[in-house]
T-cell receptor, first 114, second 111 residues
Framework: NAGVTQTPKFRILKIGQSMTLQCAQD?????MYWYRQDPGMGLKLIYY???????DKGEVPNGYNVSRSTTEDFPLRLELAAPSQTSVYFC?????????????FGPGTRLLVL | RKEVEQDPGPFNVPEGATVAFNCTYS??????FFWYRQDCRKEPKLLMS???SGNEDGRFTAQLNRASQYISLLIRDSKLSDSATYLC????????????FGKGTHLIIQP
């Protein structure tokens, strides 16, 4: 299994541009998440999905959109990039473990908005 | 009160020493607890899940005190490779609706 994969690894955007961050998992997990991590800070939840066709907002959803048409893919869309969206974006998926849901993270996408 | 509070450190510890971190959480309804480690500029990786009163895995021991709402992580015989940021993550509903991460505790193991 490849686990959770993310593309691209790194991207530079100009203010106002749009882009889609791709996330895919091959573990047949129903639950998927998008987090962002600013320098020196903890991860903050942007959006999550409990299954294909179902998404919900997290703590910091403004400026982002998501869709979940398949179990495997959970893309994150930035419509009008702003400097405040400069961050590292992590996608995660989860399975049920003994103590709850163990989250597996992708390697991250580093985004710089200039 | 923040959902999760950890001493950010850094903790500078000589190789081979034992080091312990504490983490306090505010939501008494938290059901599941996780310790993740995050290396610089990398994704978080699960270190341990904590259930009932604690868990042990090799050199790592986690203990949970629900009455006082804190979790501890003990690392014995620390290795250079243990240098990382350690994230304490309590969760409701097993984290189904996402996890709340603090800034973590930065550990530096010195040769």
């Amino acid at each position: 299994n490849a686990g959770v994969t993310q593309t691209p690894k790194f991207r530079i955007l100009k203010i106002g541009q749009s882009m889609t961050l791709q996330c895919a998992q091959d573990m047949n997990h129903n639950y998927m998440y998008w987090y962002r991590q600013d320098p020196g800070m903890g991860l903050k939840l942007i959006y999550y999905s409990v299954g294909a066709g179902i998404t919900d907002k997290g703590e910091v959803p403004n400026g982002y959109n998501v869709s979940r048409s398949t179990t495997e893919d959970f893309p994150l869309r930035l419509e009008l990039a702003a400097p405040s969206q400069t961050s590292v974006y992590f996608c995660a998926s989860t399975t049920l473990g003994l103590a709850g849901r163990t989250q597996y993270f992708g390697p991250g996408t580093r985004l710089l908005v200039l | 009160r923040k959902e999760v509070e950890q001493d950010p450190g850094p903790f500078n510890v000589p190789e081979g020493a034992t080091v312990a971190f504490n983490c306090t959480y505010s939501n008494s309804a938290s059901q599941s607890f996780f310790w993740y480690r995050q290396d610089c500029r990398k994704e978080p990786k699960l270190l341990m899940s904590v259930y009932s009163s604690g868990n042990e895995d090799g050199r790592f021991t986690a203990q949970l005190n629900r009455a006082s709402q804190y979790i501890s992580l003990l690392i014995r015989d620390s290795k250079l490779s243990d240098s990382a940021t350690y994230l304490c993550v309590p969760s409701l509903r097993g984290g189904a609706d996402g996890l709340t991460f603090g800034k973590g505790t930065h550990l530096i193991i010195q040769p």
